[in-house]
Structure formats: C-alpha cells, structure tokens
C-alpha cells in the first residue's frame, strides 16, 4: 500500500497548478487598467467633440444667449449621464443577454 501512496502522490504533483508570480500579475493589472482608461478617454472626448459641433451649430442658429445656455446645460447633462451611465446599461444588457441565453 505504501508504494501505491507513493504512486498517487507523484500523480497529484504532477498535476500541481503553477506557481504565481505577483509581478506578472501586478503588470498584468496596469495593463488592463491602461486599456479600461484609454478606452474610457476616447469614449469621454469623442462625446465631448460631438457636444461641441451640437452646440456651434446651435450657436449659429440662434444667437439668443438663453437658448445657448439652456442647449449647453442639457448637453452636458446628457454627456454626462452617457459617460457613467453607458457602462451600467452595457453590463446590464450583457447580463440579460447570457441570462436568455443559458434559459
């Protein structure tokens, strides 16, 4: 019986998951952390850009200066809630979607 104990424990070790290396993993992080920024940057400024020829279009439309304050509130407002709130609609449907998929 011993040599059998002998037999499964070398079996076991071989299958022995590898060793983490804490600096790979810490890379790995600040990798995926410059992508997450990068991504969010671009999403940020192209809303920003698009809000800005909204509002010069506006601009040049009415030259009312009421008109121009109330379009420039609402256009942030709204590139705002598209900038937080884009994500937590995305996970949300992405978590229905797996749901409908599974069921």
Same mark, same amino acid.
């Given at each position: 019986m011993d040599r059998m104990d002998r037999v499964l424990a070398d079996f076991l070790r071989q299958d022995e998951p590898?060793?983490?290396?804490? @600096?790979?993993r810490l890379a790995v992080l600040a990798r995926r952390a410059r992508q997450v920024f #990068? #991504?969010? %940057?671009i999403s940020t400024l192209l809303a920003g850009l698009a809000f800005s020829a909204a509002l010069g279009v506006a601009m040049? @439309? &009415?030259a009312n200066l009421m008109e121009t304050g109330s379009l420039l509130i609402?256009?942030?407002g709204l590139v705002v &809630?598209? #900038?937080f709130y @884009?994500?937590? %609609?995305a996970?949300?449907? #992405? &978590?229905a979607l797996s749901v &409908?998929?599974?069921?």
């Open positions: 590898r060793q983490v290396d804490p @600096a790979f #990068r #991504r969010q %940057l040049q @439309a &009415s609402v256009g942030a &809630s598209w #900038r @884009a994500p937590v %609609l996970d949300w449907m #992405r &978590s &409908s998929k599974q069921g």
